[in-house]
């Protein structure tokens, strides 16, 4: 009988207990900038943890409050050693994932890193702020 507990606790583990695997999710992000970046009022998403080496990261706007909106931003790590340089994306590419690299120093796995909205641009006429949701993968 203690065979038997001891077997089916045994499977139970092997089967249920396979531990915590830690990877990179995309994580949403809601961003609202300026044309002006430093009075941005909520440049940051959330922090997510890098789990690879892959020297890229990835960025899908889902949404712009103003057609023509232009967004340029960067990836950071919240312990400011690394930050990707800053890239842009137009309103035209909503629902496309675009790729972009770490092109300004190795951006290792392990820490989080952070999307940081720097200014939001109009081509046609000014506007006071652009806002922004989409997904994040660092």
Same mark, same amino acid.
């Given at each position: 009988?203690?065979?038997?507990?001891?077997?089916?606790?045994?499977?139970?583990?092997? +089967?249920?207990? +396979?531990?915590?695997? &830690?990877?990179?999710?995309?994580?949403?992000?809601?961003? %609202?900038?300026?044309? *002006?970046?430093?009075?941005?009022?909520?440049?940051?998403?959330?922090? #997510?943890?890098?789990?690879?080496?892959?020297?890229? *990261?990835? +960025? /899908?706007? %889902?949404?712009?409050?103003?057609? /023509?909106?232009?967004?340029?931003?960067?990836?950071?790590?919240?312990? @400011?050693? &690394?930050?990707?340089? +800053?890239?842009?994306?137009?309103?035209?590419?909503?629902?496309?994932?675009?790729? $972009?690299?770490?092109?300004?120093?190795?951006?290792?796995?392990?820490? $989080?890193?952070?999307?940081? @909205?720097? %200014?939001?641009? *109009? #081509?046609?006429?000014?506007?006071?702020?652009?806002?922004?949701? @989409?997904?994040?993968?660092?």
């Amino acid at each position: 009988m203690k065979k038997r507990i001891l077997t089916l606790l045994l499977i139970f583990c092997c +089967v249920f207990g +396979v531990g915590n695997f &830690v990877s990179a999710s995309t994580i949403p992000f809601d961003i %609202t900038v300026t044309a *002006y970046g430093p009075s941005n009022p909520d440049p940051y998403s959330y922090r #997510e943890i890098k789990d690879d080496d892959e020297q890229k *990261y990835y +960025v /899908r706007a %889902t949404s712009m409050d103003h057609e /023509r909106g232009l967004f340029t931003f960067k990836s950071c790590s919240i312990d @400011g050693t &690394v930050d990707s340089g +800053v890239a842009s994306y137009h309103y035209r590419e909503l629902n496309t994932t675009r790729s $972009y690299g770490y092109n300004c120093g190795y951006a290792p796995g392990g820490k $989080y890193y952070y999307l940081h @909205g720097i %200014t939001g641009l *109009y #081509e046609a006429a000014p506007y006071n702020y652009l806002h922004i949701l @989409g997904y994040y993968c660092p």
